[in-house]
């Protein structure tokens, strides 16, 4: 049942009344608010909690537990190298090299490391806002941030 105490942001206020009357509300509250606001911020975490009488600490967990939410805004790209052992036995880890050195000077790309994107016949995979991208070489994912995520790099 949430309990609204009139602070806080009234967005996040709004979206816990919607889900207060469902069975296990803190999920779909959480989804909501990061489409609403691209992330679940600190603030917001504390205000779910609140709104749930939650512990901050019950309402961080789920939040971090869930690769998929995030807690910073994100940039307009985001950029997933493949970490797995197929795509480093054919030059994955230089991949990720000139990725992580390429996310250092680029805002508008997030760069994340996973574990296997099932493109491993193509390996070393990428993949750029959901488009993966096989045969990946450290000069063509420096240009996957020079060209501010707009490569056009055949898969
Ligand atoms: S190991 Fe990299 S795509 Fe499968």
Request: charged share 20%; glycine share 10%; proline share 4%.
């Amino acid at each position: 049942m949430a309990r609204s105490n009139g602070k806080g942001d009234p967005q996040i206020a709004a979206i816990c009344a919607i889900h207060a009357a469902s069975n296990g509300p803190l999920l779909p509250i959480l989804h909501d608010v990061q489409g609403h606001f691209g992330y679940v911020s600190d603030e917001a975490i504390q205000q779910i909690a609140d709104e749930l009488n939650l512990s901050r600490a019950d309402v961080f967990g789920v939040v971090t537990f869930y690769h998929d939410f995030h807690r910073k805004a994100q940039a307009s790209h985001t950029l997933k190298v493949c970490r797995a052992e197929a795509c480093q036995a054919v030059g994955g880890r230089e991949v990720w090299s000139a990725a992580t050195t390429a996310s250092q000077r680029s805002e508008d790309v997030d760069l994340e490391a996973v574990y296997c994107l099932g493109n491993c016949a193509c390996a070393p995979s990428v993949q750029l806002d959901g488009r993966t991208i096989g045969r990946m070489s450290p000069e063509r994912v420096a240009g996957l941030f020079s060209a501010g995520g707009h490569s056009g790099a055949p898969s």
